[in-house]
């Protein structure tokens, strides 16, 4: 039994940490997907502003009054080298200049078609009366036709409004990214944008590379970094799913494991139980027996002492007998209100006297039982109950005690009831063992010891202390001794 539970104490144990790394890892999965959806959606968001961005730059050209002209040309040649092999050169002139300082119109208006005519002759008989720029690049390996005339397009755009990482930051910023922006130049023409994915979880970052003038080699490098409180805001609510699931099934687990160490504990009381009963049972009944075999012997009942004292033999067996059974029946009942009473006035000194008397004190052992009870006082309980919860702590004081022990009784008389007090100088109670001693078979370090018992005695008067609607408290010092004082109601 014991094996079969420590199998399944460990395969439980196993089955939580798989369990657990199931979930780590597929929070680990989900934080990777949600990174990549941030990461997606920052890609898409940069393209967007540089779209915008180009859109704010061509309107920078628009000055009311003073209009920046210019004057573009692209073409793209196609011929062979002399491998045979198809290169196409991509041709680029464009001029721009301000028509009214070229024909020095100080007024702030716009010009009209004559003028703007004169000053496009002007320029076309002196090209140094204009900003004029003029290149071929290599485009074979353009995806794209249509590409090389977006990148005339974006080339004609930086040189008429240069690339501003302040304007284009402030744009990142409405969109709602924090970027940082590099611009530089690659050793190659670029022709479409990249992402790089991030490379680490905390934090994590996405680079976007997008060329702004292609055939420049001209681009921006912008990367953004996420928190990781960022992603797992977004994953809130599948974390407290998960969180949730895991700790219900922890829990059942837990429970599971808890219920079946219960039992094979319950399991185990039940056999100790069921031995010291035996054992308990076994010396009366072997009394019994000795003394009906002593009956029997005619000559043994001819002598008048030796027939009184196999009575008194057989009345003691008898009572034990019945007292054990008592117990029984009354550990049993679910609560104290079912125990029978039958509640008289009784001598308090009278009733402790019987039991110190009742006592049977271990000829190995010396014993004092001493009663401070005032010879009047008076209390108001079930005679055969409160015998027994005083016999039982009594019992208990000689038991587990050394050579020695001294046992002193007192009662105090209050206006709400009576306070009993039994003391004694014996090994006293373990803290550890204090706060469960009137569990049910719980016997402490007594059951390590050879000393007989079931485990329920002090059950057994707090049970029936309770019956007559009162309270038992014990106060011990391990090595010092012990004190159970009860308050009964009267």
């Keep these: 039994m014991e094996l079969r539970i420590k199998i399944l104490y460990i395969t439980t144990i196993i089955a939580i940490l798989a369990f657990l790394g199931m979930q780590v890892y597929w929070l680990y999965g989900r934080y990777e997907y949600s990174l990549r959806q941030y ?23 628009q000055h009311p009054g003073l209009e920046l002209t210019h004057q573009s040309n692209y073409n793209i040649s196609t011929n062979e080298d002399s491998h045979h092999r198809t290169k196409r050169t991509a041709t680029f002139r464009s001029s721009k200049y301000y028509a009214h300082k ?21 320029v076309n008989e002196n090209l140094d009366k204009a900003d004029t720029i003029m290149e071929s690049f290599d485009v074979s390996h353009a995806p794209t036709e249509a ?77 953004c970094i996420f928190s990781p409180a960022e992603i797992i805001d977004k994953m809130f609510s599948s974390l407290v799913i998960v969180t949730l699931l895991s700790l219900f099934l922890i829990i059942c687990l837990v429970l599971q ?44 009942m001819s002598d008048p002492a030796v027939k009184h004292e196999l009575v008194s033999e057989t009345r003691t067996a008898l009572d034990n007998l019945s007292a054990y059974f008592s117990k029984l029946r009354d550990i049993t009942f679910n609560n104290v209100e079912q125990i029978p009473l039958n509640i008289t006035s009784l001598n308090l000194n009278r009733l402790f006297s019987a039991v110190s008397r009742s006592i049977i004190i271990p000829p190995d052992k010396q014993v004092s039982i001493i009663n401070d009870i005032n010879p009047n006082a008076e209390v108001a309980a079930d005679a ?33 009831g009576v306070s009993i007090s039994i003391s004694d100088n014996g090994n006293g109670i373990s803290t550890s063992d204090l706060r469960h001693i009137f569990r049910r078979f719980y016997r402490g370090k007594a059951s390590a010891t050879d000393l007989p018992g079931m485990g329920l005695g002090l059950t057994y008067v707090r049970l029936l202390v309770g019956a007559h609607g009162g309270t038992v408290t014990v106060d011990s010092t391990e090595g010092v001794g012990t004190c159970f004082t009860i308050n009964l109601p009267q």
């Design 102 to 122: 070229l024909l020095g119109i100080k007024e702030k208006r716009p010009l009209t078609d004559k003028e703007k005519l004169q000053a496009a002759l002007i």
């Design 39 to 61: 990461e997606d959606e920052a890609y898409r968001t940069a393209m967007q502003v540089m779209d915008d961005y180009r859109i704010f730059r061509s309107r920078l050209l």
């Design 384 to 416: 055969s109950h409160l015998f027994n919860i005083l016999n039982n702590l009594v019992e208990n004081a000689v038991k587990y005690s050394g050579d020695s022990v001294e046992i002193r009784a007192a009662a105090t008389l209050t206006d709400s």
């Design 257 to 300: 494991i808890s219920t079946v160490l219960k039992l094979s504990r319950l399991d185990k009381m039940r056999n100790s139980f069921i031995t010291t009963m035996i054992h308990e049972l076994k010396r009366p009944i072997s009394t019994l027996k000795m003394c009906v075999s002593g009956i029997e012997n005619n000559r043994l």
């Design 147 to 223: 590409a090389v005339w977006s990148a005339f397009k974006n080339m004609e755009l930086e040189f008429l409004s240069p690339f501003n990482t302040c304007q284009f930051d402030s744009l990142m910023h409405s969109a709602g990214l924090n970027p940082r922006l590099h611009l530089f130049t690659t050793d190659s023409i670029v022709w479409t944008p990249s992402l790089i994915r991030h490379t680490g979880l905390f934090p994590a970052s996405v680079i976007v590379t997008i060329p702004y003038s292609e055939m420049e080699r001209k681009s921006i490098r912008i990367e």
